[in-house]
Each structure stands twice: as structure tokens, then as C-alpha cells.
């Protein structure tokens, strides 16, 4: 029975910050008290972010649907400066590698992530308000 | 000059602008304002800013949008040395894609730091900053034709773009084309927004935009053609702020006879008064400012005809105002 609670707490705080990202502004600070339940489990999490050549320095993550945050060091290591409750999604982006979302649960402390490079194909012709003019032969 | 609203009379079903004539741009863009200074090290946090106090998917792409259009310069000599690049490596897969990653670094690092890019830059970053949203965005890579593109060079495919699903739908845009203009010879890069290129008729869209994917034509893929697309007239910026469709005609290059009458048409953002519509004809010494023979306008309809009296070759630019809309070529045979 009380799993199930704490499963059913936790489903409804998922679907709670979901749609206060859309209608509650206040929701992203610090303070708040909109999140503490009796499911919080004041996870403290850390981890390293590395791509196929080594650390990353400067990854944001970031609590999805808040502006808490951290970057990784020149280490890749980051420690997130809230404490979490399984449930809670960390963003990790960096520009020029696919974001990625990791769920936390009761168990993360530490999280070991290998960012990919972006598979992406660089083009750019500007725009040009020159007029036109033919080639001509005369 | 923005414009922040455009009222349009309904005309098509196609995903456009007018599918949101009842939404007011303007807190969105207030806070793409109010994030100018942001930069994009901590990219959640912009996006955060840019988008906690709106209540729609369409607002808050639009504040997305418009930080990108408003703070993101075109860099053109990165612009010219990737142009040779993957021009040289054309033929060599290895090479092109040995390029490409190095590259690809470089237009990264030059875009967070300097917050200069080129056009993959720009569709990416919108499409980057749309999924830290939750907003499904995609970057279109085709071809895009400007006054300035040879087209026997339109390949390989030179130029991306977004596309943005709202309320189920797909629309189109172009935040590079749409953040301004740089002057090729001085290379200098000038912040000019032109909101037409924000949420596009697809049938606008496609005189200037090929994408490599057909199906993002947003269009029925059999009357869309690469050959159409080769062979269409020349749009410039201000055609997406004064037109809804470039209808005829469908072809840059014409040859007729003298006298022979030929038909432009068009449907008008707004309707214009007659005085407004010129053609600038240049013959290769000389360009002369001309009024159509016929003009007529009905609502947001407008038909010229025109006739050529002298045997020639002219380079014929539409002017409405002084905004320079589109060019055709005709060669005036007896």
C-alpha cells in the first residue's frame, strides 16, 4: 500500500511540474515549497559528463522545469547543487551534442554520462537584397 | 519597420501565419527583448527566461525565434570558407564528412562565444533551444535561392531552415534570411528583421526554398518539382512581408516577342494603391523605372500585363514601393 502511494506521489508530482512549467512562473525558485512532499528523498546527485574524447567542460544541467542548475567543471564532474527526489528529470545539454534527459530514482547518487556529438551537416547561403543582373556577352 | 501582427484575409489552408492572426506577438517578443544580454552559455536559462511567463507553444516558440533572429549575426567569411569546402569535397564522401566535423566544431564554438553563425547555425540553435521547450522543431537542409546563387551551383544543397509543430500542425521558417543581410564585399553584417519569414505559406516558401526531404514542401510533392523550383523567379526579402502567393509567372526566364503581352499575378498581404506598383528594367547599359501597362487590383489580388516594345534583353525587377519583390528575365525577339 504505501509503495503504491509513493508511486502514485510521485506520477502526480511528474504531471504537477510538467504543467507548472506551463502556468506557474514561481514554480522555479529556490524556495519554493510546491515540491516537498512526504516522497522527497533529498538525493544529493553527482556525476561526470564525457564525449568519446574525454571530459566536457561547461555541460549545463539543468532541473527540468526549474532554472536550478549546474556546469560541469574541467573535470566533466558536477555536483547538483538541490537535492532531488526520484522522479525528478536533470536536462543535460551542451551545445553541438544531443541533449539528454535522466530520470532520477531513489537510487542515483552518481551518474556517468557520455554525450554524442550532433549529427548535423553545416550549409548557409545568406540572404541578398542585390538585385539580380544577367551575365551579358555584348 | 516589424510587423508584429499581419491581418490577413483567409485565403488558403495552409499552415501559416494566419492560422494565429488571434494570438498578440508582442509579450513574446517582449521577452525575447528583455533576454538580449543572456548569450547562450547556459542555454536552459535562456530558454527558461525566454519562455516561463507565456501560455502558448506558439508564444513561446516565437519568443525562441525571435532572440535567435535578434542576437545571432551572419558570418559570412565562415559563410564563404565552408562554401568552398564542400564544394571541393563534393565528390569525395570522406573528405566532406572529415570537413564537415572539423567544421562543425568551429561553427559551435564561434556561436556560443561570438554568437556568429551561418545557416545551419541559426536553424540548429532555434531547433536546440525549441527542444530545451519542449517544442518539436526539426532543421531543413535543401536549397535556397537568392539573387545571388548561380544556379548551376544549386548543388549540393546550400542552405537549412526550421520547421515547428504548433497545435499538431507544421509551419515553416527562415531565422537566418529572417535575421538580416550581409553586405558581400564588405562582409559586414546588418540586424534587419523581416517577419515574413516567421510561419510562411509553404506556396510563398517554395519559389525560393527546396528542401531535400520533399515532404517538408508542406506542399502536394507532384506539382513541387527541383526542375519548378530551378527554373522559378527570384523572391527578395521584402516579397515575404508584401505577398501571400507569387502566382505567375511561374518561370525566371522568359523570351517573347515584341508586343507580346506577358501576365504577372499575385496575392497581396495588403491591398496596395496602383501608384505603388513599378518594374525597374535594366537592358544591360541602362535600368528605367516603367509602370506596367495594365495594373489592376482587386482586394489582395494583383494582375500586370506588359509588353515589350524593343528587341532586347532586359533584366526586370517588381518593385511595390521600394521594396524590391522579385525579377524575371526576357529576351525581346522581333
Known amino acids: 500500500m504505501k509503495t503504491q502511494t509513493i508511486k502514485k506521489i510521485t506520477q502526480i508530482l511528474g504531471i504537477v511540474m510538467i504543467t507548472a512549467l506551463f502556468s506557474c512562473p514561481s514554480f522555479a525558485q529556490s524556495k519554493d515549497t510546491a515540491t516537498t512532499t512526504a516522497a522527497d528523498q533529498q538525493l544529493?546527485?553527482?556525476?561526470?559528463?564525457?564525449?568519446?574524447?574525454?571530459?566536457?567542460?561547461?555541460?549545463?544541467?539543468?532541473?527540468?522545469g526549474s532554472k536550478v542548475g549546474v556546469i560541469t567543471d574541467e573535470n566533466g564532474e558536477f555536483t547538483f547543487p538541490k537535492s532531488l527526489s526520484s522522479g525528478d528529470i536533470l536536462v543535460f545539454s551542451y551545445l553541438g551534442y544531443e541533449k539528454q534527459n535522466i530520470k532520477i530514482d531513489a537510487n542515483t547518487t552518481y551518474i556517468n554520462l557520455i554525450m554524442s556529438s550532433d549529427l548535423v551537416e553545416m550549409m548557409g547561403a545568406p540572404s541578398s537584397n542585390k538585385p539580380y543582373k544577367s551575365k551579358r556577352f555584348n | 519597420m516589424r510587423h508584429l501582427l499581419l491581418f490577413i484575409v483567409v485565403f488558403q489552408s495552409h499552415a501559416q501565419i494566419s492560422d494565429f492572426d488571434h494570438i498578440n506577438f508582442s509579450k513574446a517578443d517582449q521577452m525575447a527583448l528583455l533576454c538580449k544580454n543572456?548569450?547562450?552559455?547556459?542555454?536552459?536559462?535562456?530558454?527558461?527566461?525566454?519562455?516561463?511567463?507565456?501560455?502558448?507553444?506558439?508564444?513561446?516558440?516565437?519568443?525562441?525565434?525571435?532572440?535567435v533572429c535578434h542576437n545571432i549575426s551572419n558570418d559570412y567569411n565562415l559563410y564563404l570558407k565552408n562554401k568552398r569546402k564542400r564544394s571541393k569535397y563534393q565528390n569525395d564522401s570522406i573528405k566532406?564528412?572529415?570537413?564537415?566535423?572539423?567544421?562543425?566544431?568551429?561553427?559551435?564554438?564561434?556561436?556560443?562565444?561570438?554568437?556568429?553563425?551561418?545557416?545551419?547555425?541559426?536553424?540548429?540553435?532555434?531547433?536546440?533551444?525549441?527542444?530545451?521547450?519542449?517544442?518539436?522543431?526539426?532543421?531543413?537542409?535543401?536549397?535556397?535561392?537568392?539573387?545571388?546563387?548561380?544556379?548551376?551551383?544549386?548543388?549540393?544543397?546550400?542552405?537549412?531552415?526550421?520547421?515547428?509543430?504548433?497545435?499538431?500542425?507544421?509551419?515553416?521558417?527562415?531565422?537566418?534570411?529572417?535575421?538580416?543581410?550581409?553586405?558581400?564585399?564588405?562582409k559586414i553584417f546588418t540586424f534587419e528583421y523581416n517577419d515574413g519569414y516567421f510561419l510562411s505559406n509553404p506556396k510563398l516558401f517554395i519559389v525560393n526554398h527546396f528542401p531535400e526531404d520533399k515532404k517538408w514542401t508542406l506542399l502536394d510533392s507532384k506539382t513541387n518539382t527541383f526542375n519548378g523550383f530551378l527554373a522559378a523567379p527570384i523572391l527578395y526579402g521584402p516579397a515575404y512581408t508584401n505577398l501571400i502567393e507569387h502566382i505567375a509567372p511561374e518561370e525566371m526566364h522568359h523570351s517573347v516577342h515584341k508586343n507580346e503581352k506577358v501576365t504577372f499575378k499575385y496575392k497581396l498581404q495588403k491591398s496596395v494603391v496602383l501608384e505603388s506598383i513599378s518594374?525597374?528594367?535594366?537592358?544591360?547599359?541602362?535600368?528605367?523605372?516603367?509602370?506596367?501597362?495594365?495594373?489592376?487590383?482587386?482586394?489582395?489580388?494583383?494582375t500586370l500585363e506588359h509588353q515589350f516594345d524593343s528587341r532586347g534583353f532586359y533584366d526586370v525587377h517588381l518593385y511595390i514601393d521600394d521594396d524590391l519583390i522579385s525579377t524575371y528575365t526576357f529576351r525581346v525577339k522581333d
Not at chain 2, 501560455?55 to 525565434?65: F, S
Not at chain 2, 566532406?96 to 556561436?111: M, P
Not at chain 2, 518594374?279 to 489580388?301: A, C, E, H, R
Open chain 2, 38 to 67: 543572456e548569450g547562450l552559455n547556459n542555454m536552459p536559462e535562456l530558454v527558461y527566461n525566454l519562455t516561463s511567463n507565456l501560455d502558448t507553444d506558439i508564444e513561446r516558440y516565437r519568443a525562441i525565434y525571435m532572440w
Open chain 2, 96 to 186: 566532406l564528412k572529415a570537413w564537415n566535423d572539423r567544421f562543425k566544431k568551429e561553427v559551435f564554438r564561434k556561436l556560443l562565444k561570438q554568437e556568429r553563425t551561418i545557416c545551419t547555425g541559426y536553424a540548429y540553435i532555434v531547433k536546440e533551444l525549441s527542444k530545451l521547450a519542449d517544442l518539436d522543431c526539426e532543421v531543413i537542409h535543401g536549397y535556397g535561392k537568392t539573387s545571388m546563387t548561380h544556379i548551376d551551383e544549386l548543388d549540393p544543397p546550400n542552405h537549412s531552415w526550421n520547421a515547428i509543430k504548433l497545435d499538431g500542425k507544421w509551419y515553416l521558417c527562415d531565422p537566418t534570411w529572417a535575421a538580416g543581410i550581409p553586405n558581400p564585399e564588405t
Open chain 1, 44 to 64: 544529493t546527485v553527482k556525476g561526470k559528463v564525457t564525449d568519446d574524447k574525454g571530459p566536457l567542460l561547461g555541460v549545463n544541467i539543468v532541473l527540468k
Open chain 2, 279 to 302: 518594374f525597374l528594367i535594366d537592358d544591360g547599359n541602362n535600368s528605367k523605372k516603367t509602370t506596367p501597362n495594365t495594373v489592376s487590383i482587386d482586394k489582395q489580388s494583383l
